[in-house]
Every structure is written in C-alpha cells, then in structure tokens.
C-alpha cells in the first residue's frame, strides 16, 4: 500500500509559476509509478504526466511535454510537478496517485492523494 498527499495549490495570477508535491509514505516505493492527473470544473479527469521512482523514465500525456514537468526527490518520497506560465485554463484540482501497473495508462492508478486546488487569475 501507498499513501499520498497533494500540496502546494493555492491562488496565482496567469503567467505565474507553481511547483505542486506528492507526499508518499508506504512499503516498498521503488515498485511504483506516480502520476499527476487534473480535474478541471466539469470536465473529465485528465492524465498530465508519470514518474517511476526507480530510474529516469517519465511520460507525458499529449500536450503536456513542454508546459510541465514532473521530477523526485527520492530523499523525500516527494513527487513534484512543476507549470510555468500558468494560464486560466490550467485552473483544476490536481492529484497524484500511484500504479505498481502500466504507468502509461491511465486506468491502472490507484491510491489517490486528496487533491490540491489550483486556481489561475487572469
């Protein structure tokens, strides 16, 4: 089992920057892939990006390479997720979860944190 907890949301204005944590806690972390997803007002959860806590492999969904990027600290058990020049669109609920499956679908992740607001101001 894994444990998550988001942080780092809060209110920013358009063109600002915002480095989001993934808290984990649990056995055996180097078996998992962590994943960042975002749910904007009523739209569908979408997949941003994954992470392996062992190695250097990440994924980005499409479109997302380029506007986030998503790191570890392995010291920390803490996944991040970091967007540059936020926009109005990227106001959503971010959560991270984690897979011990395919990292690349999005289907296979279980163990949500529970989640972190991030509103964008134009």
């Known amino acids: 089992q894994v444990q998550l907890a988001e942080s780092g949301g809060g209110l920013v204005q358009a063109g600002d920057s915002l480095r989001l944590s993934c808290a984990a806690s649990g056995r055996n972390l180097d078996d998992w892939a962590v994943g960042w997803f975002r749910q904007a007002p009523e739209k569908e959860r979408e997949f941003v990006a994954a992470?392996?806590?062992?190695?250097?492999?990440?994924f980005y969904t499409d479109g997302m390479e380029g506007r986030f990027t998503i790191a570890r600290d392995n010291a920390k058990n803490t996944v991040y997720l970091q967007r540059n020049s936020l926009k109005p669109e990227d106001t959503a609920v971010y959560y991270c979860?984690?897979?011990?499956?395919?990292?690349?679908?999005?289907?296979?992740?279980?163990?949500w944190g529970q989640g972190t607001q991030v509103t964008v101001s134009s």
């Open positions: 992470i392996r806590w062992r190695g250097d492999r990440t």
């Open positions: 979860a984690a897979t011990l499956r395919s990292m690349f679908a999005a289907s296979t992740y279980e163990h």
